[in-house]
């Protein structure tokens, strides 16, 4: 079995999961791993507008462990094996840009999950957790609604990194329903010279 930290640098570096048996974050590697999910939160961050973000490692650690299994989880399932992916959702800014260093990458796994078996468990489980993480989640193609607010515990940074990857999947439930957030979705939408996208009632169709 790979040391996970192996596995990590490869995701952070070239966005590949290998891996050759069920992840496992061994305690020796915890400071290791950490280390380097902290170096790539302060590259991340430094694209992030607004008030300096402080790097959660606990989150950080979490979101990576989660990643990992989700991509051993998409080669396949023992039977009656658990697909739950647990990361307790948060506003703090810290929790989302941090876990944000690798569940960017969860999109991923969810386009390959529903195109090999929409209908599985790790799909539905895939889906529940990208609504609760929406900095991430917003990179997904998912329809209907985030769960949490979108405000990211009201950091400026935040809702415009949430709003400029919003433009790229114009998911109209998840548009931001009022406040900061929203001003922020409307500019940068008007910005690229488009409208908020606007979601049709049900049995309504597009010209």
């Known amino acids: 079995m790979r040391p996970f930290h192996d596995w990590l640098d490869r995701v952070l570096d070239s966005g590949e999961s290998v891996q050759d048996a069920p992840p496992h974050l061994a305690p020796a590697e915890r400071t290791a791993v950490e280390a380097r999910l902290r170096s790539a939160f302060d590259l991340h961050a430094l694209d992030v507008a607004g008030p300096p ?109 949430y709003a400029e990857r919003l433009v790229a999947t114009d998911r109209p439930g998840w548009i931001p329903p009022n406040g900061p957030a929203r001003a922020w979705a409307e500019r940068i939408f008007a910005e690229r010279g488009t409208q908020l996208p606007v979601e049709l009632p049900k049995g309504d169709a597009r010209a």
Request: proline share 10%; with cysteine; charged share 20%.
């Open 53 to 161: 973000v402080a790097f959660d490692p606990d989150t950080a650690l979490r979101a990576a462990t989660i990643l990992a299994r989700a991509c051993w989880l998409l080669v396949g399932t023992e039977e009656n094996e658990s697909v739950a992916l647990t990361l307790p959702p948060t506003e703090a800014p810290a929790a989302n840009l941090s876990a944000d260093v690798t569940l960017r990458f969860m999109p991923a796994v969810y386009r390959r999950a529903r195109a090999r078996d929409p209908d599985s468990p790790l799909v539905t489980e895939l889906d529940r957790l990208l609504r609760a993480w929406p900095l991430s989640g917003v990179l997904a193609d998912l329809d209907g609604a985030p769960t949490p607010p979108l405000d990211f515990g009201g950091h400026t940074g935040l809702q415009l990194l």
